[in-house]
């Protein structure tokens, strides 16, 4: 790393140098570099307190920065500076972007096509089940799912994610060599191992309350949508809803009982404007770049099921794809008709097709695509 990254580095170490106080000293001074170059009486004089300025001015040798460089090489963990090209884009578009980003795991390219998904610390059966119920439909159809490692719906979030062989990203309030819950810890290490988890801040930080709304900044900037799953009237997943909405992206909420004080901030949401969200296809079906990616991803999944099945007839295939093809299911007799082949051989098919898993009959001799 060269000494602007180093000094980027160091600077991210002092607690009081926020992200935004950290731009606006790059604005004035020009570089992290003439930062930590400039004289106390220089960073005195923009309005920083004298015990920031000498902390600032004890940088100078990169000590704090190479010992962070070397910590991080020890425990497989990236540092990433807003400089650096694998610095996620999403991040670059807030205005108070993370200086330094803590990478433990690899970004995938198609990490794009992701939602955030908090909620309550302390949620109710239901809570858990809906979660599970959004991110196995999430996992299913290759949509990353973002979230804060917290207890509760983002524990279930990143669980029921991974259970269903899916992509998560997890951001954390602290630093990443420290767990919190520490009933997390194994959840966080899985993470790591099979999808990534961020933090901006340095490696041993612990997790403090001030850090936590800074975390759903990252949450919201990261993720293309935002679902609230039960949360209080005052919670942290309003705030990464509210964040979500001043970034642009949509925000959905999950309706729940009115008597609940868990369904008090969705159904406040709701009433706010926020997208009601029963299932995990209403998001899909409301952001543009996530339905065209499902329907992608469906399209190649049909095509690969075809050309892993040498031994079906074209006959059988075509059947195949005009079941696929309709939302409510087709009779003997109209697929007879449509394919222009007779019932007996229809059948056949139909029956070679449902051993196969392609396909299932329904009631009245229906039969639908087998999702």
Known sequence: MDNEQLSIISLNTIVELVPKKFISLVN????????????????????????????????????????????????????????DKDYPCQLKNISDYPPVIYVKGNF???????????????????????????????????????SGLAGGIDTQAHSSTLKNSGRTIAVLGNG?????????????????????VISEFPLTRKALPMNFPRRNRIVAALSLATIVIEAASKSGSLITA????????????????????YSQGPNSLIKQGA?????????????VLLSDWVRKKAKKKKKEIVKNLPLISQS???????????ATGMSLDEISLKSNVNVSEVSTVLLELELNGLIKAMPGQIYVRNT
Do not use: H
């Open 242 to 261: 509210e964040l979500a909405c001043d970034y642009g992206k949509d925000v959905f909420a999950v309706p729940g009982p009115i008597f609940s004080k």
């Open 316 to 326: 059988s295939i075509n059947i195949l794809k005009m079941i696929q093809s309709s």
């Open 108 to 146: 995938d390219k198609n990490d794009n096509f992701s939602v955030s998904v908090v909620g309550s610390r302390k949620p109710t059966n239901y809570g858990l089940v809906v979660t599970e119920k959004f991110c196995k439909y999430f996992a299913q159809n290759s949509i990353t799912t973002i």
């Open 28 to 83: 004035y001074f020009g570089n992290a570099n003439n930062i930590i170059s400039a004289d106390i009486k220089e960073l005195e004089s923009v309005g920083l307190p004298n015990n920031v300025s000498k902390s600032i001015k004890n940088l100078s040798d990169f000590k704090i920065a190479n010992k962070e460089l070397s910590l991080a090489e020890k425990n497989n963990i990236r540092i990433l500076t807003y400089l």
């Open 275 to 287: 997208f009601v969200a029963t299932a995990g296809e209403d998001v899909t079906e409301q952001v």
């Open 176 to 196: 990443l060599l420290e767990c919190y819950p520490s009933e997390n810890r194994k959840l966080q290490e899985e993470i790591g191992k099979k999808g990534v």
